[in-house]
């Protein structure tokens, strides 16, 4: 059976997924049909539409929201929510409540008490819920995540997620750096936040501090573009397995731009490169106290047993990658093919999808709980937090201007 999907939202993200589609395609799935593109802006709109007609041949029809595409098309079985995040929840509710299944870009939805709804609608409606989480899905994280799981490095003790650059410029777009659609420091912190679960299982508690450097930002035009959410985040976190991890997001950087992310285990430390970079990952061993530098060659041969998803093999050309060498766009999009066949396959197989509600909204509340730790000067049990009630940080996300 062939998937009717539409995309809702046509901005630069919505675009880049006919991208994926397209790859996707390429590599013979033609099980999903692009049948509808929807955006209340018309020129977006006519730019999916020309994109889908270029790369998949299919000239999708163009509505100015999902109840209009819904109601032309009934038979609409999925959406990809491509919208700002502060519309995911509404879009999305109001998809499952029609019966139809729904991947939401990251962040699952603005706040936790949204992401609940969200979840809660999945649940009732019996409609799957996906998060478009693309950086896990990258082939180097996940030699990464089987060489963790494999034990190589003993007992995993401290995990750095660290990275800077971007100050004082806008970031995409100017809603980014609008707590009300989603400050910046949660647009990207949610995949940082998602690969450290991802990596190390649920994080347990966070204290962080935070802080807004740049009052106003500038865009590649020029103009300048006022700014209300932080872009600066610095904390610690202790995993559920004792583990604990150092984390700085500084958005506000300037000169040279820097990353890290690093896992310290008993056995021997990983240092895993920028996502989406095809780097490859440093890992050394310490074996009767000399630590030994393996090539990627000898990191293979540890997890004889590892094999990438046939999907990511296809597109990246083989099933078991130490690195890859390939332009960003075409890396870019080979991940949104990953995710959306994934989606494709858990409607098909009656599964859940990899990242479903719920990985979402827990690395969605990490997130945000740095921001919280800040507001209460404490530590922030996730678990709780993960109720949405009573959070000082939403309440002033309720009470800012709308972003766009
Ligand atoms: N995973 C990633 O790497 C990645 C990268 C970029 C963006 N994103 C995510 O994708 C989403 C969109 O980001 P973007 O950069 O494309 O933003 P954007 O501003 O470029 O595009 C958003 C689009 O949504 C449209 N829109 C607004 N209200 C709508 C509605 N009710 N129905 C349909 N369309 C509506 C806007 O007109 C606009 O065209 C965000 O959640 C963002 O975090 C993810």
Redesign the pocket.
């Known amino acids: 059976m062939t998937l009717q999907l539409a995309l ?9 997924h006919i991208v994926g589609f397209h790859k996707l395609r390429g590599i013979g799935r033609q099980d999903i049909e692009l049948v509808a593109v ?4 018309r020129a ?2 006519e730019l999916a539409r020309d994109r889908a007609r270029e790369l998949l041949g299919d000239a999708p029809a163009i509505f ?3 109840e209009a595409a819904h109601r032309a098309r009934p038979d609409l079985d999925a959406i990809i ?5 502060d ?2 929840m ?2 999305g509710v109001a998809a499952l409540e029609a019966g139809v299944h729904v991947m ?4 699952i939805t603005l706040t936790i008490r949204q992401g609940r709804q969200l979840i809660d609608a999945a649940t009732r409606t019996g409609r799957k819920l996906a998060v ?4 896990r899905r990258d082939p180097i994280n996940r030699l990464a995540k089987a060489l963790i799981e494999s034990g190589v490095l003993g007992r995993v003790f401290l995990g750095v997620q660290s990275s800077s650059g971007s100050g004082e410029r806008v970031i ?2 100017p ?2 750096h609008q707590r009300r659609s ?1 400050g910046i420091v949660v ?1 990207m912190g949610v ?1 940082y936040t998602d690969l450290l679960e991802f990596f190390l299982g649920p994080i347990d508690t966070v204290m962080g501090m935070s802080r807004q450097v740049d009052q106003q930002r500038r865009d590649t035009q020029g103009a300048w573009h006022p700014v209300d959410a932080e872009d600066l985040s610095v904390g610690v976190a202790r995993f559920r397995n004792g583990a604990l991890a150092n984390w700085l997001l500084n958005l506000a950087g300037r000169g040279e731009s820097q990353f890290a992310r690093i896992f310290y285990g008993t056995g021997g430390t990983l240092g895993i490169p920028r996502d989406r970079s095809g780097g490859e990952l440093s890992l050394s061993l310490r074996r009767d106290g000399q630590d030994a530098k393996l090539t990627p060659e000898e990191q293979l041969a540890l997890i004889p047993d590892f094999a990438l998803d046939p999907t990511t093999a296809a597109l990246f050309g083989a099933d078991r990658l130490a690195s890859y060498t390939l332009p960003f766009a075409e890396v ?1 999009a080979n991940l ?1 093919a990953v995710e959306l066949a994934d989606f494709a396959d858990a409607i098909a197989a009656d599964r859940a999808p990899e990242v479903a509600g719920l990985e979402g909204l827990r690395a969605l509340a990490v997130i945000y709980a740095f921001l919280e730790s800040e507001r209460t000067g404490g530590a922030v049990a996730i678990d709780e937090f993960m109720s949405g009630e009573g959070s000082l940080y939403f309440s002033e996300i309720e009470a800012s201007p709308a972003g ?1």
Do not use: Q
């Not at 809702?8 to 880049?16: E, F, K, V």
């Not at 939401?104 to 962040?107: H, S």
């Open positions: 809702i939202g046509c901005g630069g993200m919505g675009r880049r929807c955006d209340p802006c977006n709109a100015d929201s999902f929510v491509t919208t700002p995040p519309l995911h509404s879009v939401v870009e990251k962040p478009a989480e693309n950086y995409i777009t809603w980014r989603g647009d995949h870019d949104l766009h």
